[in-house]
């Protein structure tokens, strides 16, 4: 999820409507996923809640936070744009409209990826330091701490940027967003907020998910010291499989932000980076499928649940045959 009227890699907002994916392209490719995606995210988020255990697990508690995130953006921002898909430019909007919208694309996208690198970040607490959450105060301080600050941090960063900037935004009557941040023309604020908010997270997860990978194979060759490897496996499997997913799918463009960061000229590589762009908003689509696949215990619960309807289904013509015959 990019804002192009901010970015550093894309300047002209036209690319989102005139641009080598047609809007029908894009318009059905994310209604298809959008449609399921929302019923996957309310059943997650209905399954994870709804069990106390579930609810109080310390490792669940950044998955549900970017539910919400999801469902939120699913809801607001989604719709709009499969409506800009079908009505084009015509679509008459407001600034208001346009700079909250541009506020939702691009916060709350950069919200989403520093959330799972903390998560990333946190999985090494859990899995090898548990002791450290041994008391409330230490959870409150190593685990809930850091979710609220991050919340804070990125809602009143970027509203200051969208609706209280030192330098004047512009309104875009072409283009997806129609919108395009003043303080994104100074140098020293594009470099901080692209390392610090797009860069930074997309390495931490991996430098952590990897780092993860290689403690738990040295822990398991350790005999002396070993893991609790089926207490872990899920959290690991989790960890990886959503990193797998934010880094194919966030990090073609924040390899091409950064590139741009550095001096590379903006007409190198657009069509790349507009795939990128388009390849970003399915991170909000495909996050709550990929974190369904990484509870085996719900796909247990599923598989068992479709055997037992099967069965009633298969043997119910018989019952009804048996009734006949006896009346007869």
Not at 145 to 157: C, M
Not at 284 to 292: A, E, I
């Amino acid at each position: 999820m990019l804002d192009t009227d901010n970015s550093t890699t894309i300047n002209d907002s036209s690319i989102v409507s005139v641009g080598l994916i047609l809007p029908s392209v894009k318009f059905w490719f994310y209604l298809i996923f959008l449609i399921p995606s929302i019923i996957c995210t309310l059943f997650l988020l209905y399954y994870l809640l709804s069990n106390r255990n579930l609810r109080r697990s310390l490792n669940n508690h950044v998955i549900i936070v970017l539910l919400f995130t999801v469902l939120f953006c699913e809801v607001t921002m989604y719709p709009w744009m499969l409506y800009y898909f079908c009505k084009g430019d015509s679509w008459q909007r407001s600034y208001i409209f346009c700079s909250i919208w541009a506020f939702i694309d691009w916060a709350f996208y950069a919200m989403q990826i520093m959330l799972f690198a903390w998560a990333s970040i946190e999985r090494h607490i859990l899995i090898f330091h548990h002791t450290w959450l041994s008391t409330k105060r230490k959870r409150f301080f190593l685990h809930y701490l850091p979710i609220a600050l991050i919340l804070i941090y990125y809602h009143i960063f970027y509203f200051i940027v969208y609706f209280f900037s030192p330098r004047e935004n512009d309104f875009i009557d072409s283009g997806m967003i129609c919108f395009s941040v003043g303080l994104y023309d100074l140098m020293v604020f594009r470099v901080f907020e692209t390392m610090i908010n797009n860069i930074l997270p997309d390495l931490s997860i991996v430098i952590f998910s990897m780092s993860l990978i290689i403690r738990i194979i040295r822990q398991k060759q350790r005999m002396n010291q070993p893991i609790r490897w089926r207490q872990c496996r899920k959290m690991t499997i989790q960890l990886l499989s959503i990193s797998f997913l934010y880094l194919i799918v966030t990090g073609p463009n924040a390899f091409m932000v950064f590139l741009y960061m550095c001096g590379l000229p903006n007409d190198v590589g657009v069509n790349f980076t507009e795939y990128a762009v388009f390849l970003t908003y399915f991170i909000v689509l495909l996050f709550p499928f990929v974190s369904m696949l990484s509870m085996p215990e719900l796909l247990t619960k599923i598989k068992a649940t479709i055997q037992l309807i099967r069965p009633a289904r298969l043997l119910s013509p018989e019952i009804i045959n048996m009734e006949n015959m006896r009346k007869n």
